[in-house]
C-alpha cells in the first residue's frame, strides 16, 4: 500500500494507519472478564465484612490469630497487618454512609454488592458470576491457543535480556510509548503483566475459590492440600484479588495516559490508528 501522492510503495503499517490489533475472542473476553471481575469484587467484600479477618492455615476465628483485621475501636476504625496497625478512620472499619449515620463495617456499603451486606444474596452473586469468569477464561485460553495470541504474548530471548528490559522500564516510567508500527505488537512488560494475569493470577483465584466450596472439596480434597488449609486457600484469594485490582488499576492508567478513546475503540471493533512517528 502506497502513501497518498507517493508511488513508492510500503513495506508495512505506517503512524497514523489503521490495523487490526485485537482478536474476537479476545474483545469478547475483555468485557466479559470486565464485569465479572467488578461484581466478584463487590460481593466479595461483601463476603468479607461478615468477617474481616483473615488466617494462614486449617483453622481460623478470633482476632489475635489473624494476620490481617479490619475492626475499630471506640470512634476509630483501624487496619491491622501482621504486628502493623493503621488508622482508616472514614474509609475502613467505621465510616458515615450517605445519610451520615456511622457503620462499623469493614467496607463501606457503596463498595459492597449488594449493599446491604445481606451474607446469602452476596454469596450467590459471587458463585454465579465466579462459574461466568472460570468458564471465560477456559474459553478464551483455548481460543488464544488457536488464534496465536497466546504466542504473541510470549516475549523472546532478547526481549528479556536485562538491557532490554531496564530501558523498557524506562520508556514507560518517561511515558515514552511506542509509535508506528512498534505499536502494533504488546512490549515486555505488557507481554508478562498479561501473562502474569492469565496463566497465573486468573487460575490461582479460581483455585482457591473453589478450596473454599465444601462441595467441590469433597469432590477435589486434593485443593486443601495445595492451599494448606481452607484459611489459607481464602488469603491467597484475598492476596490475588489485591494484585488484579493494582493491575487493573494500572492498566487504565496507561489507557488513559496514551489515548483512550483510541484504546477504547480497539477493544470494541478491533481497529486501532498506530501513534505517528515522533517528527511527522
Known amino acids: ?158 526481549e528479556m535480556a536485562p538491557r532490554h528490559l531496564l530501558g523498557c522500564c524506562r520508556d514507560h516510567a518517561m511515558l515514552r510509548f511506542p509509535r508506528g508500527a512498534e505499536a502494533i505488537r504488546y512490549n515486555v512488560l505488557q507481554k508478562l503483566s498479561y501473562l502474569a494475569v492469565i496463566v497465573v493470577l486468573i487460575p490461582v483465584m479460581i483455585l482457591t475459590g473453589l478450596a473454599m466450596s465444601p462441595g467441590i472439596v469433597a469432590a477435589w480434597p486434593w485443593l486443601l492440600d495445595l492451599f494448606g488449609g481452607r484459611q489459607s486457600a481464602r488469603s491467597v484469594h484475598f492476596i490475588v484479588a489485591v494484585l488484579l485490582v493494582l493491575f487493573f488499576l494500572v492498566h487504565i492508567l496507561m489507557i488513559l495516559l496514551s489515548g483512550p478513546l483510541n484504546h477504547l475503540r480497539s477493544m470494541i471493533t478491533g481497529g486501532y490508528r498506530l501513534p505517528k512517528e515522533r517528527g511527522r
Open 1 to 158: 500500500m502506497a502513501e497518498q501522492g507517493s508511488t513508492v510503495p510500503r513495506a508495512g503499517p505506517v503512524g497514523g494507519d489503521v490495523v487490526r490489533r485485537h482478536h474476537a475472542a479476545t474483545r469478547l473476553w475483555h468485557w466479559i472478564n470486565f464485569a465479572a471481575l467488578l461484581i466478584l469484587l463487590a460481593s466479595g467484600l461483601a463476603i468479607f465484612n461478615a468477617h474481616p479477618m483473615l488466617y494462614w492455615g486449617t483453622d481460623g476465628a478470633y482476632p489475635e490469630d489473624a494476620w490481617l483485621l479490619v475492626g475499630s475501636v471506640g470512634d476509630a476504625g483501624y487496619l491491622q497487618i501482621g504486628e502493623r496497625t493503621v488508622e482508616t478512620t472514614g474509609v475502613l472499619g467505621y465510616w458515615a454512609n450517605e445519610k451520615g449515620e456511622m457503620r462499623r463495617w469493614a467496607f463501606p456499603e457503596w463498595s459492597i454488592l449488594p449493599s446491604n451486606s445481606n451474607l446469602a444474596i452476596a454469596r450467590r452473586w459471587h458463585l454465579t458470576f465466579g462459574w461466568l469468569f472460570a468458564l471465560g477464561l477456559g474459553a478464551f485460553l483455548v481460543a488464544s491457543l488457536v488464534n496465536g495470541h497466546l504466542r504473541a504474548l510470549l516475549p523472546g530471548r532478547r
